[in-house]
């Protein structure tokens, strides 16, 4: 699957509140393109929604680096 497929299943998990899953897919996502900057800013919303807060800053700071 592409990048974008994964980026869209990841989205719409977390839409639902399944954000570990969401997690997984975009995980995965960024894995297949590490440079797209919404892929790190909606990984970062799903690290604060499962309560990983330090890991959270950390990819919103890996998407202002990739798309100040």
């Known amino acids: 699957s592409s990048a974008e497929t994964w980026y869209n299943r990841g989205t719409s998990r977390l839409a639902i509140g399944q ?10 996502a960024i894995r297949l393109s590490p440079r797209q900057a919404r892929f790190r800013a909606v990984r970062a919303q799903a690290c604060s929604m499962t309560g990983d ?12 680096k990739l798309d100040p």
Request: glycine residues 4%; negative net charge; aromatic residues 0%.
């Open 19 to 28: 954000a570990r899953e969401g997690l997984k897919d975009l995980d995965e």
């Open 53 to 64: 807060d330090a890991r959270a800053l950390a990819e919103a700071e890996a998407a202002l």
